[in-house]
């Protein structure tokens, strides 16, 4: 049973820095790619943050720069750094893997919320 544990998430205000991370079970983690999408109040779900199993990363545009992604194989994690954070990276930001075949997976979320 595939589960994630997101952890993390809180109130911070403009600039600071938060670090979200996600810990994997139910699958080979080292095998797949994992990444992180977050959906702000009224707005569709998007992609931020993914890093493939041999360790490449890419981002959204709105986040470059100011978030890195991070994967430790050995503990199953997955984790966001997130720094220079601004009002509108105020989300639910949620872990997810695609397994192909068998499917896609999400975890519940973790809410990130950036005010002063």
């Known amino acids: 049973q595939v589960q994630f544990v997101e952890s993390g998430g809180g109130s911070v205000q403009p600039g600071g820095s938060l670090r979200l991370s996600c810990t994997a079970s139910?699958?080979?983690?080292?095998?797949?790619?994992m990444n992180w999408y977050r959906q702000g109040p009224g707005k569709e779900r998007e992609l931020v943050a993914g890093?493939?199993?041999?360790?490449?990363?890419h981002y959204g545009d709105s986040v470059k720069d100011r978030f890195t992604i991070s994967r430790e194989n050995a503990e199953k994690r997955v984790d966001l750094h997130m720094n220079r954070l601004k009002a509108e990276d105020t989300a639910v930001y949620y872990c997810?893997?695609?397994?192909?075949?068998?499917?896609?997976?999400w975890g519940r979320g973790t809410q990130v919320t950036v005010s002063s």
């Open positions: 997810h893997t695609d397994l192909h075949f068998y499917g896609n997976f």
């Open positions: 139910g699958f080979d983690f080292s095998m797949y790619s």
């Open positions: 890093i493939t199993r041999l360790g490449f990363a």
